[in-house]
């Protein structure tokens, strides 16, 4: 039964230090990492600040936030186009599988047609997600045939 009613929004500055908690959640709850949060807060404030790197969007419920997703965006030469990658997904404990993360999707795909250069929408997940990966599965996405590799660098460092 769906938390009535979800309003789908994006995320102000003020949204920020709510956005922060949700990501230092998300990294415990999925990875068991602990962020520190100073620098997540940091980090959340200037993507807020600087709409050219992305955005949030929030979802509330009677007044509060009760989720919240990050786009960020990638070019494709091979199509022209622009895919948003769907990040920072976190949605409180409690209103797990009451529609926050469908409504905030559904916005994803509204802003999407919108826009005239969208190509698709990416995300990644854990691979013992299992859970997240059967609600990204009943919204449509499906896995693709790649692998994610990374190395992390300290941008801090010269």
């Not at 994803?108 to 698709?120: P, Q």
Request: glycine share 6%.
């Amino acid at each position: 039964m769906p938390i009535t009613p979800i309003r789908v929004r994006r995320a102000t500055c003020d949204d920020a230090p709510t956005i922060a908690h949700f990501n230092i959640s998300m990294a415990k709850e999925t990875e068991d990492k602990e962020l520190l949060p100073d620098v997540v807060k940091a980090g959340v404030l200037t993507l807020l600040q600087h709409k050219e790197l992305g955005f949030y969007l929030v979802a509330e419920s009677e007044g509060k936030l009760v989720g919240s997703l990050m786009i960020t965006t990638e070019w494709s030469d091979w199509r022209n186009g622009i895919f948003w990658w769907i990040q920072s997904v976190y949605v409180e404990p409690n209103s797990r599988r009451k529609g926050a993360f469908r409504a905030l999707y559904q916005e994803v795909e509204k802003l999407s047609k919108e826009e005239s250069n969208v190509c698709g929408y990416r995300l990644y997940v854990e691979k013992e997600n299992l859970a997240a990966q059967a609600v990204y599965r009943s919204l449509g996405l499906e896995e693709t045939h790649y692998r994610l590799f990374e190395k992390e660098v300290d941008p801090r460092q010269s």
